[in-house]
């Protein structure tokens, strides 16, 4: 692909994304979400590669599907309140469908299975961006509609997502599966909150994003795609070996690292609404995440060695390539827990 293709695609990409964001007329966000995933198709497809033509169609055929729900919901609510305002959504079955349409879009269970198939047959760097900046489009929506939204869709769907995410990911060799079942266990503390409190779910959201750049970074820069790669990263790359590790362990919310912050913030926020039992399974549901997090983080830390190891590094990032945006990105995914008492609503 030229890169004169590659520019427009991304202008495009990023067009779609803040059309949906600025706008508050129903017609212009699905515009927005069509021009959003007309744009990533062919980045998903650019490989050629049988995996990747099947990754694309999947996500065309899910978005799609998804947008169609949308302009449904939006039609609906129209002829029963005669306006398009999105803030202005008063059916209650057309608050359903729009709810169950945007868990679609964003991979919220029982509608994921589209999300692990579609990361697994891109490259990282798409994956990147389908679990960060495609994200966005969605969120804003939710986050317009969160007092009008069915909130007892959202909570099982956040609750149900919490659970497959981490339940599926412990079987798992391929880093890309695992990080989409791990991008459905962090949606699903979005969703649950969302309702509650719209600023920890914007929260929720800056700290996924935050922790899982430098995370996909780090993969990318050190070619690892399985478990079994993992174990040779610090004969490759020494320096980049143990802060992967700490970036996974802040992705999966380990205290004292910066995943911790939004998890405890969400906690303490449904213990004040006498939700015990919604922060309950939520708790004990992350557990399972953090174990494949902590599985690994040991296969990270199995083959560090304090001493000098006699093996000669064989550094796989390609001429050219800048460790720039890791090293922004890096540090508040790992050490803003500091900033804590800041972020309380």
Do not use: C
């Amino acid at each position: 692909m030229s890169p004169m293709i590659t520019s427009i695609l991304i202008l495009n990409l990023a067009t779609g994304t803040i059309i949906t964001m600025a706008s508050f007329h129903w017609l212009l966000a699905w515009m927005g979400l069509e021009l959003n995933t007309l744009a990533i198709l062919p980045i998903i497809s650019k490989s050629h590669h049988p995996r990747a033509t099947e990754a694309s169609t999947k996500y065309f055929l899910t978005q799609a599907a998804a947008s169609a729900l949308i302009l449904f919901s939006s039609v609906m609510n129209a002829q029963t309140t005669g306006q398009w305002s999105i803030l202005q959504l008063e059916d209650p079955l057309a608050q359903t469908l729009l709810t169950m349409a945007l868990a679609m879009k964003l991979g919220l269970a029982p509608a994921h299975f589209w999300l692990p198939e579609v990361l697994q047959g891109s490259s990282f760097k798409t994956g990147l961006i389908i679990i960060t900046w495609q994200k966005l489009a969605p969120m804003t929506l939710l986050l317009l509609t969160w007092n009008q939204a069915s909130m007892l869709t959202l909570t099982m769907m956040g609750s149900l997502s919490v659970i497959v995410g981490g339940l599926g990911g412990l079987n798992q060799t391929q880093l890309r599966k695992i990080i989409a079942f791990s991008s459905i266990a962090h949606l699903g503390w979005m969703a649950t909150i969302i309702t509650k409190s719209n600023k920890l779910a914007l929260l929720n959201l800056t700290m996924y994003i935050l922790i899982s750049t430098p995370m996909m970074l780090s993969l990318i820069f050190s070619s690892t795609k399985t478990t079994q790669d993992l174990t040779t990263t610090w004969t490759t790359s020494p320096m980049l070996a143990p802060l992967t590790m700490m970036t996974l362990l802040s992705l999966g919310g380990l205290p004292p690292l910066s995943g911790f912050m939004p998890k405890w913030l969400t906690l303490e926020e449904l213990l004040t609404q006498n939700m015990a039992l919604l922060a309950t399974v939520l708790a004990m549901s992350t557990l399972l995440s953090l174990f494949f997090y902590l599985r690994l983080s040991y296969s990270l830390s199995v083959t560090m060695s304090p001493s000098p190891t006699k093996i000669s590094s064989k550094w796989r990032l390609k001429p050219g390539t800048s460790a720039l945006p890791l090293s922004i990105t890096l540090p508040p995914s790992i050490l803003a827990l500091p900033l804590t008492p800041l972020m309380k609503p």
